[in-house]
């Protein structure tokens, strides 16, 4: 069984950070892609950053803000955000793909106060 756990999330000031996790178990991580994804109230939910065997590649919007990283001795993949503006309020999800079944975390809430 997959599964996809974040933590991390909270209320945070603008210019503050924060640093998400994503413990995965049921899939061959150190093989899988990760991504984060983010979703706001009333919007779609969109690509934040994504670390596969080819490197890394991130959203225009938060280049030189956020760091993603993955510890394949813990099955985590991490969401290093520094510098946050209020227009990162949003709950926080986290992806794979295993076999061709899309995965899901339950969702993290950041909440950037400015």
């Known amino acids: 069984q997959v599964q996809l756990v974040e933590s991390g999330g909270g209320l945070v000031q603008s210019g503050g950070s924060l640093r998400l996790s994503c413990a995965t178990s049921?899939?061959?991580?150190?093989?899988?892609?990760m991504g984060w994804y983010r979703q706001a109230p009333g919007k779609q939910r969109e690509l934040v950053a994504r670390i596969s065997s080819g490197g890394t590649n991130y959203a225009d919007f938060v280049k030189g803000r956020f760091i993603i990283a993955r510890d394949n001795a813990k099955n985590t993949v991490y969401l290093q955000m520094n510098n946050l503006e209020s227009e990162d309020t949003a709950v926080y999800y986290c992806?794979?793909?295993?076999?061709?079944?899309?995965?899901w975390g339950q969702g993290t809430q950041v909440t950037v106060s400015s």
């Open positions: 992806h794979t793909n295993s076999y061709g079944n899309d995965y």
């Open positions: 049921g899939i061959i991580f150190s093989i899988n892609a």
